[in-house]
């Protein structure tokens, strides 16, 4: 039984969507893979019992039997980390972890292991993602975001935690850079892991798809209401107009796929937004400020269920939320999925992986 503990060299280098692609890529040469995220730091509450979201998403996509539990055994809740340092309970959580893990691994031909973060995260409770590998004798692959001296300089900082606990790390995965670069990264990546005793297993290009946020997560963001359009919030959002300029001025900024945002009052905006449905420009709005339409416009936006939110906050704030927000991968996301798969097929090294 083999385990690839999967690790990265900070948040949002795409971890979990590497995960998910190199899971379904290698069911196609294993049939029995098993998924584990020890120490999960985002969780959600399933049946009254905190659950890592990425050990949710991957259950789901991956349709694995195994219990939610033991696919994430521990969660670190609001806090976890105070209560440790007052009464710490380093084998109490060993013990959970390998208890899972036996449980994941059992009649298993691989274990994927996702850590959570850098090598040094959960260091403050002892369980960091180095000594984690450790504990599940696990050779690690690292993934980290393009470029060439911002990859190496953090690959290198997390390896010698890896290198001091003992754990071999077999690879790295280089994300999200430009396909018109790739051959001068991959050139010079090649040199500088080769001197280190690394080995480059791919570059994975970026694709600006999988960074767009459906309406759902629109809402979310901006602690929203759906007012109507309920069955078109799966609908991606490429481009944002804020309506803050006359009608006229803001119909020459519509584009394909754009999310309006605009406060509920202006009447003339949301008009021209509504005229523009049929031609796939405006996807959806978001009504600032609390405000809701005249009630004729309010009728005309149900009666041709056009996706709307209202949202408390001002415009300037609810754009600069929308702005902000981290776009993460969910088991609807079909279209996603589908390409996480392609990209982890077409740019890793399989064969070297699966040594």
């Known amino acids: 039984m083999k385990n690839i503990f999967i690790a990265a060299t900070r948040q949002n ?29 985002k969780y959600l509450n399933i049946d ?17 039997e195994d219990n939610l539990e033991d696919m994430n055994p521990i969660a670190v809740e609001e806090g976890f980390t105070r209560n440790y340092l007052d009464n710490p309970n380093r084998q109490e959580l060993v013990d959970k972890i390998i ?3 036996k449980k994941i691994s059992e009649n298993k031909e691989l274990v994927l292991i996702e850590g959570t973060g850098h090598a040094g995260v959960g260091s403050i409770f002892d369980l960091n993602n180095a000594e984690v590998a450790r504990i599940l004798n696990s050779p690690v ?21 890896f290198k ?27 040199k500088y892991f080769t001197k280190i005793d690394l080995k480059l297993l791919g570059l994975i290009p970026f694709v600006s798809d999988l960074t767009h ?15 109507t359009g309920w069955n078109k919030m799966r609908e991606k959002i490429k481009n944002i107009v804020v ?20 406060p509920g009052d202006r009447e003339d905006i949301i008009l021209a937004a509504l005229s523009t449905s049929m031609q796939n420009l405006i996807k959806g709005i978001v009504l600032t400020g609390g405000l809701y339409p005249h009630k004729t416009i309010l009728d005309l936006i149900k009666k041709y269920d056009f996706p709307t939110i209202i ?31 392609n990209l982890i097929e077409k740019n890793l090294n399989i064969e070297e992986i699966m040594k």
């Open 243 to 262: 309506g803050a300029m006359t009608p006229r001025n803001a119909l020459d900024h519509f584009r394909t796929d754009s999310l309006l945002i605009t």
């Open 48 to 64: 009254g019992k905190k659950v890592d979201k990425d050990a949710v998403l991957i259950k789901k996509i991956c349709k694995l």
């Open 99 to 101: 208890k899972s893990y």
């Open 13 to 41: 280098d795409g971890k979990t969507v590497i995960s998910i692609g190199l899971f379904l890529v290698l069911k196609k040469y294993i049939d029995k893979i098993g998924f584990i995220k020890p120490v999960g730091q």
């Open 141 to 161: 692959i690292i993934i980290s975001i393009g470029g060439i001296g911002k990859p190496a300089d953090e690959i290198t900082l997390n390896l010698s935690l």
């Open 311 to 341: 949202a408390e906050e001002g415009t300037y704030e609810v754009a600069s939320k929308i702005n902000e927000l981290v776009v993460k991968i969910t088991e609807h996301d079909l279209d996603k999925i589908e390409i996480a798969k």
């Open 213 to 227: 946020p459906n309406l759902f997560q629109i809402c979310d963001a901006v602690d929203g209401k759906i007012i």
């Open 164 to 190: 001091e606990k003992g754990v071999p790390v077999k690879g790295v995965i280089i994300n999200k850079i430009l396909e018109e670069k790739r051959d001068v990264l991959e050139n010079y990546l090649q």
